[in-house]
Structures are given as C-alpha cells and as structure tokens.
T-cell receptor
Framework: DAGVTQSPTHLIKTRGQQVTLRCSPK?????VSWYQQALGQGPQFIFQ???????QRGNFPDRFSGHQFPNYSSELNVNALLLGDSALYLC????????????????FGAGTRLSVL | RKEVEQDPGPFNVPEGATVAFNCTYS??????FFWYRQDCRKEPKLLMS???SGNEDGRFTAQLNRASQYISLLIRDSKLSDSATYLC??????????????FGIGTKLQVIP
C-alpha cells in the first residue's frame, strides 16, 4: 500500500521564478492538503483539495495556487518566488468519505525542500 | 493568542526519565486531537490520537482536558530513539463545515545517554 509520495524531494530556485510541486495521496484517499513548514516552526496550512476543487485556504497569498486531478493527485504552484518561500512543503492526504469530519487523520508525505536563492 | 500553543523546548532528559508535554488550544469547539512525531528533516508521523477518556500506547500516555483546553503527552522510560519534535494537532470544523487542522510549533525532546 503506497503512502503519500511527493516530488521532487529537493529543489533550488531563484527569486522571481515559479515552481510546481507534486503529490500522490495514499491509496484510497480523496483529499489532499498542503502545508508549508519553515525551519523551527510547525506546519502552516496552505489549502485543501477535494473533488478537484479548493475547499479551504489558509492565510497565503494568491501566488500560491494548486490543482487536484481526477486520480486525486495534486500540484502546488508558487509564482514569483521570494526568499521567504524557502521551506519544507508537505502534502497530506486523508479520506473524507464524502463528508468531512474533524476526526479524519492526515498522513504526510516526506515533503519537498524548497530553497530560494 | 495562537490557536495551538506549545513550549518549543528543548527538553533535555536522561535515558529512563519520564517527561511530559502540554499543549493548549483556544477554540473550545475543537473536536479531535492528535500527537505527531517529527524527526529532524522528516515528515510528521502520527504518534497517537487523544481521546476524552485518555489513552495509552506502551510508554506513551495522552490525555485531554476539555475544561482547561489542553492536551498532554507523557513519555515513560525515555529512550534515545524518542528524541524528536512532538507536534500537537487540533482539528475542528471551519465555518464551511470543512476540516481545519492546526499544528502547534512542536516541542523538541532530546534524550541524553
């Protein structure tokens, strides 16, 4: 049973560039959430996708956008990269079973470490 | 006030010691609670859910106090392999009825030989 997979594992970009990160959820999961984790901080919620739509969004600018595909995989896009975007980007998947419960457990991928120079 | 607050530590404890972490949350409507473990430069992994009646998993005990809005994690007989950051996670439903997951900053534990 494949867990959550993310690619690439590491990425180096320069300011102003654009980046796309990818995530495949755990088998059977239908919901994907993205988090940004800066060094020494807890993960900060970016947005969540379900049924190919962004269902909710954290306090992140429009430079951060995403997509979910029919196979439930997801992409996170960041435009006009800033130095402050350097972080570990985590994807988490969960099963909503057609309804949302605060008891749904999220499983994380290994993350993509983005460095912006 | 942060939605979920944790002491970042570090907590430096000798092998075999008992250590406890607390986490407070501000949303009284929060519905479920978890502890995740995160090793250095790795992803968070679920350690245990926290139930109202308290629950135990081997050397780990989690408790919830809804009246005071805090959860705790107790680790007995600490092992070197317990060295990690422990993240408190609080789940609620937002105004749209969707799951809202909030992480604390994490508490760093270092078990010393």
């Amino acid at each position: 049973d494949a867990g959550v997979t993310q690619s690439p594992t590491h990425l180096i970009k320069t300011r102003g560039q654009q980046v796309t990160l990818r995530c495949s959820p755990k088998s059977g999961h239908d919901t994907v959430s993205w988090y940004q984790q800066a060094l020494g901080q807890g993960p900060q919620f970016i947005f969540q996708y379900y049924e190919e739509e962004e269902r909710q969004r954290g306090n992140f600018p429009d430079r951060f956008s995403g997509h979910q595909f029919p196979n439930y995989s997801s992409e996170l896009n960041v435009n006009a990269l800033l130095l402050g975007d350097s972080a570990l980007y985590l994807c988490a998947s969960s099963l909503s079973k057609g309804g949302f419960s605060a008891k749904n457990i999220q499983y994380f991928g290994a993350g993509t470490r983005l460095s912006v120079l | 006030r942060k939605e979920v607050e944790q002491d970042p530590g570090p907590f430096n404890v000798p092998e075999g010691a008992t250590v406890a972490f607390n986490c407070t949350y501000s949303n009284s409507a929060s519905q479920s609670f978890f502890w995740y473990r995160q090793d250095c430069r790795k992803e968070p992994k679920l350690l245990m859910s926290v139930y109202s009646s308290g629950n135990e998993d081997g050397r780990f005990t989690a408790q919830l106090n809804r009246a005071s809005q805090y959860i705790s994690l107790l680790i007995r007989d600490s092992k070197l392999s317990d060295s990690a950051t422990y993240l408190c996670v609080v789940n609620s439903l937002n105004s749209g009825g969707y799951q809202k997951v909030t992480f604390g900053i994490g508490t760093k534990l270092q078990v010393i030989p």
